[in-house]
């Protein structure tokens, strides 16, 4: 049994094949020798035994050290056929599958420290045509599938990986195997990347079920479906607070956007007693033009059910309405003056209010929430946003979150945050909203068991309160939210608090660290990692004299075997990962290196 005090340099020399040479050259001459000399064999045949068994002694740990020193010359760029990967799902549904890698443990550390305090060239050659440093994962002879069972995931995923480090790639696997497993796919893509669409689109093919695919981007409105951001709401209060928190502004106490707020309350409220469903163009009708209209439908409404012939009585009132204006003006008169006194109607009153407020000051006040309502209904984007199911013309599917989810549909969402960042972010924004109102009627009241994926690229354009509470309550709706990101001041910077940033990496439970180059991001997740005890060789050397006889003189040389606290995975590691290469921190305390593969469907091989 190996002793906590044995060390050995682990990248020494070969040194036992000088050994080895020399007890296979003194095999090799007792044997000519006893040929040759016509001495008595049997002296021979000990010394040819002895030397052999000497080169089997030295033998292994030699071509141990041998085999260690060339994997770390190694570079494994793997494909994956898609039929293995969908193989693997039928064999083990409830599990995960992440590519191939390994338990990383303090004898990982220690092998890692031991080559990153010497000269690395003098191990490996340097190759500059090959990015990153593959020596990491040729730190273990063997390897092994990276498998999670599923239940852990539950508890969310966070993917951190700079540009083209293979965050698109694990994507791509994970979603293949959510959609083999037949469940329901949300993909919120900012950049709308067209690989990670195409992937998408051939899961669905692969699992034989191509008309689960369903697809949205505000570049190709032709080809897209037609998205109700606003379709499911627990209260309508929740429509207000999700449009007013993708509007510009303070985050908390700023008295436009709680104005706002409460101008598209009064106008939802409207809606209600109409029944009519809001929409994000009719709520910019109605904020911009003016609530007359509204104003009008829903105290006529309201009069036909609860006072019966009113029109004689509200006659008075209405004789001198010439205009739109004018004759909401003498309803909301009528109102006041006999209405409200016999029975009034709280959720009309709000309405009443907005109408009767100062024009000039109204504009000023709502002046942050026009332009981003303008934005998401102009153009292409307002019948996309803003459905109308009486539209004959309009022969494109209209869909929402939670009919995406109850289908088990696969549902890409691009949102060209490249072309127009605002418009993007904010269509992000709102649909993450709509998915947390899904998500606290699964939580509430049970609809579905079915597991719902969602994967959201660039998860700090489209951050906000309610994805942070989707985060929070997510498992409890059977939601799985796996959200990649390149750094964690990106979070920061979005939601303008480091508080919150650190509220949302609070709420994940698994963390894959792809290539990353911030070195604040790598302290984290480093710091985040248990720590190790790493030992070193500490050789001290002296000389004394004596101050009365010059020639008395002494000296000593020692080694001492020392220890110290380390990182269990160096944070300068994390900047050195080739491609698809990761560290991750799975949910149970596991630590793994590994690496993906590139997921090549039958389809691009043609097979079926």
């Not at 022969?395 to 289908?407: Q, V």
């Amino acid at each position: 049994m190996k002793s906590d005090y044995d060390y050995q340099f682990p990248w020494r020399p070969l040194f036992e094949i000088i050994s080895i040479a020399g007890w296979l050259g003194g095999a090799v001459m007792a044997f000519w020798v006893n040929r040759l000399s016509g001495l008595p064999r049997e002296p021979f045949d000990w010394l040819m035994g002895v030397c052999g068994i000497m080169i089997l002694w030295r033998l292994p740990p030699a071509i141990n050290l041998w085999v260690r020193k060339r994997r770390l010359r190694q570079f494994r760029f793997q494909y994956l056929e898609a039929d293995k990967l969908k193989r693997f799902v039928k064999r083990h549904p409830d599990e995960l599958w992440f590519g191939w890698g390994f338990d990383w443990v303090q004898s990982h550390a220690q092998l890692a420290y031991e080559i990153l305090k010497r000269d690395v060239s003098t191990l490996i050659p340097t190759d500059h045509q090959r990015m990153g440093s593959a020596w990491i994962h040729g730190l273990e002879i063997s390897e092994s599938d990276v498998r999670q069972p599923l239940q852990h995931t539950a508890g969310h995923t966070l993917i951190v990986g700079t540009t083209g480090a293979g965050k698109t790639r694990a994507f791509d696997l994970l979603v293949t195997q959510a959609v083999l497993r037949g469940e329901a796919v949300i993909i919120i893509d900012p950049k709308g990347d067209k690989d990670l669409m195409a992937s998408a689109k051939r899961a669905c093919q692969l699992a034989r079920r191509p008309d689960r695919f369903v697809y949205f981007h505000p570049a190709f409105p032709e080809d897209s479906v037609r998205l109700d951001p606003l379709h499911n709401f627990n209260r309508p209060s929740e429509i207000a607070s999700r449009i007013t928190a993708i509007s510009p502004g303070e985050t908390t106490n700023d008295p436009f956007k709680a104005f706002g707020q409460k101008s598209l309350d009064n106008v939802i409220q409207g809606l209600m007693v109409i029944e009519e469903r809001p929409t994000l163009a009719k709520l910019r009708r109605y904020l911009e033009g003016g609530p007359s209209t509204l104003v009008i439908q829903a105290l006529e409404r309201y009069y036909d059910t609860s006072l019966g012939d009113w029109r004689r009585d509200a006659r008075p009132y209405l004789k001198a309405a010439k205009d739109i204006d004018s004759k909401a003006a003498g309803l909301v008169r009528f109102y006041r003056e006999v209405v409200q006194h016999q029975t009034a109607n709280l959720d009309l009153e709000g309405l009443l209010s907005l109408f009767e407020h100062d024009r000039t000051h109204f504009s000023k006040m709502v002046a942050s929430l026009i332009p981003i309502m303008n934005m998401l209904t102009s153009g292409p984007l307002g019948p996309l946003l803003s459905p109308n199911p009486n539209d004959v013309d309009d022969l494109r599917p209209i869909t929402n979150t939670g009919h995406i989810i109850e289908k088990a549909q696969v549902a890409y969402i691009g949102l060209d945050s490249l072309s127009d960042g605002l418009v993007g972010s904010a269509i992000g924004s709102i649909l993450l909203a709509d998915l947390a109102a899904v998500a606290g009627d699964r939580y509430n009241y049970g609809v579905s068991d079915r597991p719902v994926n969602v994967f959201v690229d660039e998860a700090a354009e489209v951050i906000n309160d309610p994805f942070i509470q989707v985060l929070n309550k997510g498992r409890g709706a059977k939601i799985r939210l796996f959200i990649a990101t390149q750094t964690f001041a990106d979070f920061a910077a979005r939601t303008g608090s480091q508080d919150k940033a650190r509220q949302v990496l609070g709420n994940v439970n698994n963390l894959i660290a792809l290539r990353i180059m911030d070195s604040e991001t790598q302290q984290y997740i480093t710091d985040n990692l248990p720590k190790t005890r790493l030992k070193y060789i500490m050789r001290t050397q002296g000389v004394a004299t004596s101050a009365t006889n010059p020639t008395v003189f002494s000296g000593n040389v020692g080694e001492r075997l020392m220890e110290e606290e380390g990182d269990l995975f160096a944070p300068q590691l994390l900047g050195q990962l080739p491609d698809l290469h990761y560290i991750a921190k799975l949910s149970g305390g596991r630590i793994v290196k590994g690496r993906l593969p590139v997921l090549r469907p039958a389809l691009d091989t043609g097979k079926d």
